[in-house]
């Protein structure tokens, strides 16, 4: 199953008193698919209800990006500022289910089928671009002056009973006080 949504397009051109036009665009994009597999024997489970087993498999995943743009064109020169924002997540759940001891218990599996499961992740990217008329665009990433302030940890506690390891990350230009 997958599926695209256009959920935002809108530009508005501003006359500006140097008579260059202002350009404001502002561009929203989501997509989203779900990968299903499952090995259900209805037969199977209605003839013999003892010995009945399901197995489902669910990945669903999503991205989300919004751009907004900020332009001068002078006809022969155009200059602009992009900001781009993504957000993805990407996680999945396999469930097996079986009936033992001829209907007397039930052997529960849950797993998860992708090596990282990725609940949230948001990126931000500031790009200025330049055009002259009849050549290629040229484009330079803007990055903070200073350096990053980078944060990260790992919750673990649970990993010999679970298996599971949390983390997060965060990269930020600025920093707090």
Not at 114 to 142: C, R
Not at 160 to 171: D, H, N, P, R, W
């Amino acid at each position: 199953l997958r599926g695209h949504l256009l959920f935002l397009d809108a530009e508005l051109a501003y006359p500006t008193s140097t008579g260059l036009p202002l350009k404001l665009d502002a561009v929203g994009a989501a997509t989203g698919r779900v990968d299903v597999s499952s090995s259900i024997d209805i037969r199977q489970c209605l003839k013999n209800p003892e010995s009945a087993k399901v197995d489902i498999k669910l990945i669903p995943s999503t991205d989300v990006e919004v751009s907004l743009m900020m332009l001068v064109d002078a006809g022969a020169v155009a200059t602009s500022l992009k900001v781009m924002t993504n957000l993805h997540s990407s996680t999945g759940s396999h469930v097996v289910a079986k009936v033992i001891e001829n209907g007397h218990g039930i052997d529960l599996q849950w797993g998860l089928p992708l090596d990282k499961q990725e609940i949230l992740t948001a990126s931000s990217d500031m790009v200025f671009f330049t055009t002259e008329k009849g050549q290629l665009e040229k484009q330079k990433p803007i990055s903070a002056a200073t350096e990053k302030n980078e944060y990260s940890g790992c919750f673990d506690q649970l990993s010999q009973v679970l298996g599971l390891t949390l983390c997060g990350k965060v990269s930020l230009p600025f920093s707090f006080s």
